[in-house]
């Protein structure tokens, strides 16, 4: 197999203009499909025969944890790339994916919160699945502390890479916690074999909110990884030059 | 819109609380590393005027 396109993506200048290129698309596809979700999920879903109007927070719910979870994986594997073979461009996407997913494990949570009170009669309840996804909170926010905290930027990826390993082993925890042990969180709806617990009237903005969500991700990713990038490189002649350009440009979405 | 509607039978603060944050949280994945690209650039900007 031939790799050279690999190599030729993974150095900084052409994975800068590849993002540059590719984040507008994800981000407008995101929120056409987000705005499918909340218009669908908000209006044109029915009510819920149990939860009544309280159910349409999994539209917001859902997407947001199943990213927290996603993103943190990709980190993992980001930091492996990391210790074992120094990739510049794997140290820019791992520190730029911890503070997106900590913003999305923060929305997990606090709709989680909003969810729980009127169904549970709680806010809080110190509940495993509840507990392992406040754990992946602090998880994210210790890499991005721990990326602060260093003056070599190279030596802080490297730290936040180890953190983010050895983290990893709450990935299975907040999954499986629903099935592990007795939750009040409800199991899974449809990430899970056999047919999804939910009607296709329901489901659809589902659908569309997480692969939404993921889009929308995907794009802040990018964003922040070009920007570890031009921090990196800044004295190098290609950050010199697209430095120019950019801001004279002044497009800087 | 109907005031049934923005109601949510009853769950309006859960419901529209949830997805107001959601808001919050969408829009600074946008915002906040475009104001870092910004003031990245201002620094290099900054360092090559110096030169």
Redesign the interface.
């Known amino acids: 197999m031939n790799w050279t396109w690999f190599h030729r993506l993974a150095s900084s200048p052409s994975f800068f203009r590849f993002a540059q290129r590719l984040a507008p698309w994800l981000g407008g596809f995101g929120l056409l499909l987000l705005a499918a979700c909340w218009f669908g999920g908000l209006v044109l879903a029915p009510a819920d025969y149990q939860q009544k109007d309280a159910f349409r927070i999994i539209y917001v719910h859902v997407p947001a944890a199943a990213v927290s979870l996603s993103l943190y994986v990709a980190m993992a594997v980001c930091g492996v790339i990391t210790l074992v073979w120094r990739m510049k461009l794997a140290e820019c996407v791992l520190v730029a994916i911890a503070p997106v997913g900590a913003s999305f494990t923060a929305l997990a949570l606090v709709t989680g919160m909003l969810w729980g009170k009127p169904m549970w009669g709680a806010y809080w309840v110190w509940d495993a699945r509840l507990t392992s996804e406040l754990v992946l909170l602090f998880l994210y926010l210790g890499v991005v502390g721990l990326n602060g905290a260093f003056d070599d930027m190279r030596a802080a990826a490297r730290a936040c890479g180890l953190l983010a390993i050895v983290g990893a082993v709450n990935v299975p925890i907040v999954h499986f916690s629903v099935d592990w042990w007795n939750s009040l969180h409800q199991g899974a709806t449809i990430l899970k074999f056999g047919k999804p617990n939910i009607s296709a009237d329901m489901a659809w903005p589902l659908y569309c909110g997480l692969l939404g969500t993921y889009l929308w991700c995907g794009a802040a990713v990018l964003r922040r990884t070009q920007n570890e990038l031009l921090l990196r490189e800044r004295g190098t002649r290609w950050v010199r030059e697209l430095g120019g350009e950019l801001e004279g440009s002044g497009d800087v979405c | 819109m109907s005031a049934e509607?923005w109601n949510?039978?009853?769950?309006a603060?859960?419901?529209w609380?949830?997805?107001g944050?959601?808001l919050i949280?969408?829009l600074?994945?946008?915002v906040?590393?475009?104001r870092?690209?910004?003031a990245?650039?201002?620094?290099?900007?900054e360092?090559?005027g110096e030169e």
């Open positions: 509607f949510m039978g009853g769950y603060v859960y419901v609380g949830s997805f944050a959601a949280i969408y600074w994945n946008v906040a590393p475009r870092r690209r910004r990245i650039l201002n620094r290099i900007a360092a090559q």
